[in-house]
Every structure is written in structure tokens, then in C-alpha cells.
């Protein structure tokens, strides 16, 4: 094999081979999840986000009054949110206005 041949060869691999993934320096499980697959995944969480606002909107609240959001799907690279600045209004909690005082940088007005 001459060294055009290896390069023409190397140039046209596919892009889920061995070879290709290693140039690139990515992982199998990075490489599944292609842009079609992305946007699939994508179209999927938002069909499953709307499907639970419509049943939290036109269903009976005392059934539904505990349905939580679906969680998206897990994608390689992507960490699941943390709910840890939840701001949360009125009730025991407070008023919420040192969370959001905290959130946009200001001191809260009642302060």
C-alpha cells in the first residue's frame, strides 16, 4: 500500500470506527449519540414535557396535584440539574425575596 493509498484510506473511514474515534478523542458511547439522535432525544423530552402540562392543566387536581415533570433523557456528557436554588414563594419558606435577591446579585428591599 503506498502512502496515498493509506491516506485516502484514512481520510474515508467511517466515523464510528476505532481509528477515527481515537483522532477525534472521543468515546463509543459519545460518538452513538450523533446529531439525528440528539434532536430525536430532544423531540422526545419535549413531547413528554407537554403531555404532563396538558394533564396537570386539564386534569382533576386531586390526581394530579402530585405528578412530577418527567426527568429529559440522559445524554453522554450532560449532568442532570440540581434542584438546589429552588425558590419557593410565600408559606413557611418565606417570601423568597433573599433567594432572589441572591440570584440576581441585589440586596433584597426589605433588608
Known amino acids: 500500500m503506498s502512502w496515498r493509498e ?7 473511514l467511517p466515523t464510528d470506527s476505532a481509528t477515527a474515534r481515537a483522532v477525534r478523542g472521543s468515546t463509543a458511547e459519545e460518538d452513538a449519540w450523533s446529531l439525528d439522535r440528539l434532536l430525536l432525544a430532544s423531540a422526545v423530552d419535549a413531547i413528554r414535557e407537554n403531555t ?9 387536581p386531586k390526581k394530579t396535584g402530585r405528578m412530577k415533570p418527567p426527568k429529559p433523557i ?8 440540581k434542584h438546589g ?4 414563594f410565600g408559606g413557611r419558606h418565606g417570601s423568597g425575596a433573599k433567594q432572589l435577591a ?10
Open 6 to 12: 493509506l491516506r485516502v484510506f484514512l481520510r474515508y
Open 52 to 60: 404532563f402540562v396538558t394533564m396537570k392543566v386539564g386534569g382533576d
Open 74 to 81: 440522559p445524554r453522554p456528557g450532560v449532568e442532570e440539574p
Open 85 to 88: 436554588n429552588v425558590i419557593r
Open 102 to 111: 441572591q440570584v440576581f446579585g441585589r440586596p433584597a428591599a426589605n433588608q
